[in-house]
């Protein structure tokens, strides 16, 4: 062992015959503070870009074909699910990667009760349409049952649809279809869901999408778009070029004069995505001000401990001990109030982060932020790299700190009281 461990060993901060100052106290508190400030923006932060993102990733598809002439007019700009089923069916490589096929029809629409009535997309899918994640959310009923030809007249509404018009599962509603004349369909509402995500909450009812094949009177392979998911979301961008050059040299052998677009959920949901984007700002300027708020805290507490044993370093200059070796041995004692800190400071974080994750003390409104409570996530990589970050720009702070030490003299240390 070093004999300057062994002295810093033996040197109390704040128990037994010396006692520290209340000044080590506050820095003690003040570096507690700080690692649980970073500790709770990192888990609040990942737990709403994982929580905002996953409602995202359920709600749209991983990647979206569309036509490029999409928009000019419903009729004219559709897709052919058959092809886009085929062309990935005849790819050896990028199908086993896909996880479910569906081919979606939207439409506006009009839901009128006796009392009410609201505009709303209705969103036909077919029986490839993953309903897991609405499932978990309803409330209200159950799925409805999705056919592919226009017998099926279920639909699974939001709650906010429900409150406003005050519908819930098993009543009947009208539906108005309004194109070159106006359509009207009686359907049934199957179930209510909620799931705070406002733009699909506020503008979506689901149901089969032969209702809508049925209305603008399309065959059943026709749709506005084919969803697809894919098994593994790490590279949507690859895979999207994938898709892209499969259906491009799939239209190239067909003949067809269809042009697709392949787009990724981020590009569909840019809005989203940019909001969680400056979240990473945030953080990133959080953890600066508390990285700060640390090494001041450090410098104040190594000056402190310093002054406090301004004679024992005098004569430890006198005993001929080196400038270096005495920094060492306070390196080592101020060491001690660091590692006492971050344990204090982790416990509480990661406490209060495991309160909250299963809790949900804190509260938000669905409205503005998307879910009802706080949202956490802990990872123990980003927990070890931020102790380690912490670390080591404390042991930097008090590298530079230390330099005072070398300014003392031995004769003016004899006279210090």
Known sequence: MRHELYIARRMKLDSGQQKGSPSLTVALV?????????????????????????????????????????????????????????????????SPRVESVSLIADKSAILKTDENFMGINFRGVDSGYDFRYLKS??????????????????????????????????????????????????????????????????????????????????????????????????DLD??????YSILAESSVKRESKNLFIVTTTEQNNLPFFAWLQMLDMNVVIILTLMMVVAAFTLISAMLMIVLERIRVIGNFKALGATNDSIRRIFIYLTGKLIIKAFIIGNIIGIGLCLLQK??????????????PYVPISLSIPALLALNLGIIAVSYLTLLGASHIISTIKPTATMRFE
Not at 35 to 60: N, T
Not at 71 to 79: F, M, S
Not at 358 to 371: F, G, N
Request: aromatic residues 8%.
């Open 358 to 371: 299963y809790c949900h003390i804190v509260r938000l409104d669905p409205s503005a932020y998307y879910m």
């Open 137 to 234: 959310k309803l409330i209200e009923g159950d799925i409805p049952e999705v056919a592919d030809t226009a017998s099926s007249n279920q639909i699974i509404i939001s709650k906010t649809v429900a409150d406003r018009l005050l519908l819930h599962a098993g009543d009947k509603v009208h539906t108005y279809f309004i194109d070159n004349n106006i359509k009207v369909r009686n359907l049934t509402v199957s179930g209510v869901f909620e799931t705070d995500l406002e733009a699909f909450d506020n503008a979506y009812i689901v149901g089969g999408i032969g209702i809508i094949q049925g209305v603008n009177g399309w065959n059943g392979d026709t749709g506005t778009q084919v969803a697809i998911n894919m098994k593994n979301t790490s």
């Open 238 to 243: 690859y895979d999207g070029y994938c898709l």
């Open 30 to 94: 003040g570096i507690v503070l700080a690692v649980v400030v970073m500790i709770l923006s990192i888990a609040i932060v990942m737990g709403f870009k994982g929580e905002i993102s996953g409602k995202i990733m359920h709600l749209d598809a991983h990647l979206r074909v569309t036509n490029a002439a999409l928009g000019i007019d419903e009729n004219y700009a559709t897709v052919n699910g058959r092809e886009v089923r085929e062309a990935i069916a005849e790819d050896g490589a990028f």
